[in-house]
């Protein structure tokens, strides 16, 4: 079964410092490559996605992709309380467009 | 407003009563899908559709059933309920194509006692 791995956390950074997040996955054909969000009692919604190596900003994130290595990362600067919630990690494995597997998330804790 | 519309919210009911949880989008997405989300397990895919009368099971389809007679609907169908089924279940729905992400709905929070 392809695989999508994330640190456990929980993971805490003060506010307006830069959060790291990290995802490695284990099917070397993955096309695409997902970032949700999901606040506490909600559903999980899309912030960033990437297909291609190297790095992709969106406002405050910005998602990095390394196919060699197979990790893909997501970076948000200058964090707020709002960016409080756990962050799910999501692959398309190869020929599986519909396919999506996602990692176990990491729980974010910005601290004002 | 683009949705996808889940119902019910929340549903309790007994092991081996037959239930349906219905699923809805409105943004003529050809992929639907259905995911469990249990603590400690994540979200764990239990079937997907990618068009109407296509469907394929994901990673836990044991225990569930689907249909896909139109583009819009794709209800949940759980024949003979167990406990074990008691999870947090979300439809999602996406265009098709390389890449393409899901957009959620709100949840059905399932207890089956």
């Known amino acids: 079964q392809k695989e999508v791995e994330q640190n456990s956390g929980p993971l805490s950074v003060p506010e307006g410092a830069i959060a790291s997040l990290n995802c490695t996955y284990s099917d070397r054909g993955s096309q695409s490559f997902f970032w949700y969000r999901q606040y506490s009692g909600k559903s999980p919604e899309l912030i960033m996605f990437?297909?291609?190596?190297g790095d992709k900003e969106d406002g405050r994130f910005t998602a990095q992709l390394n196919k060699a290595s197979q990790y893909v990362s997501l970076l948000i600067r200058d964090s707020q309380p709002s960016d409080s919630a756990t962050y799910l990690c999501?692959?398309?494995?190869?020929?599986?467009?519909?396919?999506?597997?996602f990692g176990k998330g990491i729980t974010l804790s910005v601290r004002p | 407003e683009a949705q996808v519309t889940q119902n019910p919210r929340y549903l309790i009911t007994v092991t081996g009563k037959k239930l349906t949880v219905t699923c809805s989008q409105n943004m003529n997405h050809e992929y639907m899908s259905w995911y469990r989300q249990d603590p400690g397990l994540g979200l764990r895919q239990i079937y997907y559709?990618?068009?109407?009368?296509?469907?394929d099971k994901g990673d836990v389809p044991e225990g569930y059933k689907v249909s896909r007679k139109e583009k819009r609907n794709f209800p949940l169908i759980l024949e003979s309920p167990s406990p074990n089924q008691t999870s947090l279940y979300f439809c999602a729905s996406s265009f098709a194509g390389t890449g393409s992400g899901y957009t959620f709905g709100s949840g059905t929070r399932l207890t089956v006692v």
């Open positions: 990437i297909y291609s190596n």
């Open positions: 559709s990618m068009n109407v009368e296509v469907t």
């Open positions: 999501a692959v398309n494995p190869t020929g599986a467009n519909s396919k999506l597997t």
